[in-house]
Structures are given as C-alpha cells and as structure tokens.
C-alpha cells in the first residue's frame, strides 16, 4: 500500500512537471497502482547485495515503485516532435481528446445522448472514466448569459443560473440515487439468507442512505457489480432510460 500511495504520488508530479496540459485522473491511479503490484509480486523474491538487505524482499517496490513511476510518466507524456505546433501526441493525449470530442457529440445527440450519458456514466463507475464525461457534460457543455451579463457554462451552471434549457443530463440522477439504489438495496436484504439478513442490513441501510442524501451510489454497486455484471449493465441501461424518459416529459 505505502509503495503504491508513493508511486501515484511521484506519477502524477511528473506528469505535472512533464506536460502540465495532461490530466489522467482516476486513470492515471490505476495505471500506476497495477504497474507497482506488478513490481511487487516479481521484487519481492529478488537477491540484491548484503548492504542493501534493509531495502530487499517486500520493502523493495518501496524503491522501485516510485522509480518506475518516472519512466511511466515520461511514457504518457511523450510527445513528438517536441515543438508547439503540429504536435502529435501518444498514449494518453490522443485517448483524453477522443474522450472528450465524445462528450461533446454527446450535448447534441438529444434524447440519445441523454440515454447514452446516463448508461456510460454508470458503466465506465469500475474505471472511474465516468469523471471524463461528467466534467464536460456538468461544467462546460452549452452557454447561457445571466441578466447580469456573465456568461455560464455546463449543465450544472446554467441550471443553477436559471437556464431553462439546461438540467436534462441531471435529473436522472435523481431516479436512480433517490429510488433505484435504494431499491437493490431492499432486494439485498429481502433475498438474503436468513443467517446473513442482519449483517446485509448494515449495508443495506446504510448504502441506501448514504445515496439518497449524498448522492454516492458506489457502496451498493461496487457490491454486486463484480458478483452479477448482468445485474450492472441492466442498472446502467435503467439510468439510461431514467434520463431519456424525462427527457421526454421535459424534466429538468
């Protein structure tokens, strides 16, 4: 745990000091954290010289983790040729603009891409990519200028500014965190063992809360994505839907 806490930590300030315009995000966690487990499992078993023993055996991805954290960050950094213009970019810059140009197509989809907003922003929860989407769609998609003159943008924004087209890539969240989670909940427990029933209660209760006043929705499905991925992809298709039939009824 120390070695991968270390190693994202290094990943993201050299990504930051390489090319301050790239952000992975949750991304860049996973990308570090998987390459420093791998480090771990081979590093562990490894012989180095006796006036280094302090540093062997587990404590060595401690070392090595960070180290290759540096290589990593140059890797998804790299750009070639190394001027400002005409750059062409790998790894990672071509992936978060072909994210974002996606996002964007979504604003102008209407009832599809509301429907496709709400199904990905439920399926991509396991890869935390749904942020990449969320910060377009709630801080930067379309416009509006208040009666004071300042202009506003995303959903989220102009819907609190009192644009009264704005709020459709919202409301779902609504069906889902306030009823649908709630709902898997109490089947959680209405389906539970009798010996179980008292423990899935804990859960039960305290996940359904925790989404209906916080919004946070991850403790009850990180508890049965994984164990039933059909269940998963039905409730991202349902957020879907939640979204495009208000948005048929106009529901902002």
């Known amino acids: 745990v120390l070695a991968g806490v270390l190693s ?26 998987v390459s420093t487990a791998i480090i771990y499992n081979y590093s562990k078993n490894w012989k180095v010289p006796s006036m280094f023993s302090f540093f062997a055996g587990e404590k060595l991805a401690i070392t090595l983790g960070p180290i290759f954290s540096l290589i990593l960050a140059g890797v998804f950094s790299f750009i070639w040729p190394p001027i400002e213009a005409g750059v062409f970019s790998f790894i990672w810059p071509p992936i978060e603009a072909g994210l974002d140009a996606f996002a964007i197509g979504l604003g102008s989809m209407g009832i599809f891409g509301v429907f496709l907003f709400g199904f990905l922003n439920r399926a991509l929860i396991p890869t935390g990519l749904h942020h990449v989407f969320n910060a377009y769609i709630f801080y930067e998609l379309g416009s509006y200028t208040t009666a004071n003159g300042t202009v506003v943008t995303g959903e989220m924004t102009r819907f609190l500014a009192g644009d009264p087209s704005a709020g459709s890539f919202l409301v779902m969240f609504y069906v ?19 010996e179980n029933k008292e423990e899935v209660k804990g859960l039960a209760n305290s996940g359904a809360l925790t989404s209906i006043v916080a919004g946070v929705t991850e403790p009850i499905e990180f508890s049965f994505m994984f164990t039933s991925s059909l269940l998963y992809f039905i409730h991202s298709v349902f957020t879907g839907l939640a979204g495009a039939i208000l948005y048929l009824f106009n529901s902002r």
């Not at 994202?8 to 954290?33: D, K, P």
């Not at 889902?176 to 009798?194: D, H, L």
């Open 8 to 33: 994202v930590m290094v990943f993201r300030q050299a990504l930051t000091y390489l090319n301050e315009s790239i952000s992975m995000g949750v991304f860049g966690g996973i990308v570090s954290g």
């Open 176 to 194: 889902i965190m306030v009823f649908g989670i709630p709902g898997v909940a109490a089947a959680m427990y209405k389906t539970a063992r009798p």
